[in-house]
């Protein structure tokens, strides 16, 4: 680090009070204040690269559910009534699923509301697997209805922790940028 004078052509980038480049910060002078921020915007710039992926992946995730829960209420408060309409709430799971990456926690979660609503309502070999055939196990009371919630909870779970993250972006954004306005003013 360099300590000479102003009077000879260069200075001292961080404004340290000594000599020995050993006391404290008073100012920053323009190329540090340069190099500050752009240290800062870097940071700021993987942060909200990461975030924005991330909210892709949200985006994707939840059209794929809402997919989902938009099929289960086109069967309305009953529910499947026959093997037909169970495959049809069946291959519109299996599509979701298919549109989420190998892994994906939310392609897990409808794995499981599919196994839960074919192990609930499903035939098992009961009758004759004619998409007519009626459903030996239709939905009877609410259930229906807590099949259905429960894609929407998981779309709703979705679409908040997404909020969540982007507010929390904006929120890293402005500290960022509150910091480097406080350098500027020293």
């Known amino acids: 680090m360099s300590n000479v004078n102003p009077i000879s052509g260069s200075s001292n980038i961080y404004g340290v009070s000594d000599a020995s480049g050993a006391g404290t910060v008073t100012s920053m002078s ?17 942060e909200m690269k990461t975030q924005m992926n991330q909210q892709e992946s ?42 989420l990456p190998k892994g994906d926690p939310v392609a897990a979660q409808l794995a ?39 894609a929407s909870n998981l779309a709703d779970g979705i ?6 993250q982007a507010t929390g972006l904006m929120s890293k954004e402005d500290d960022t940028l509150d910091a480097g306005a406080k350098a500027i003013g020293q």
């Not at 209420?73 to 009953?78: A, T, Y």
């Not at 679409?159 to 969540?164: N, V």
């Open 159 to 164: 679409k908040s922790d997404s909020e969540i």
């Open 58 to 99: 949200a985006l994707a995730q939840r059209t794929a559910v809402e997919g989902v829960e938009s099929t289960l209420e086109s069967f309305g408060d009953n529910g499947p009534q026959t093997v037909g309409d169970l495959q049809k709430c069946s291959q519109a799971f299996d599509a979701a699923i298919a549109k």
């Open 30 to 46: 323009p190329d540090a204040l340069l190099a500050y921020c752009q240290m800062q915007l870097e940071a700021l710039d993987g």
């Open 112 to 150: 499981a509301q599919q196994a839960d609503m074919n192990g609930k309502y499903g035939n098992h070999g009961k009758t004759s697997q004619l998409p007519t055939a009626s459903l030996v196990n239709p939905p009877k009371n609410d259930e229906w209805k807590g099949t259905v919630d429960s």
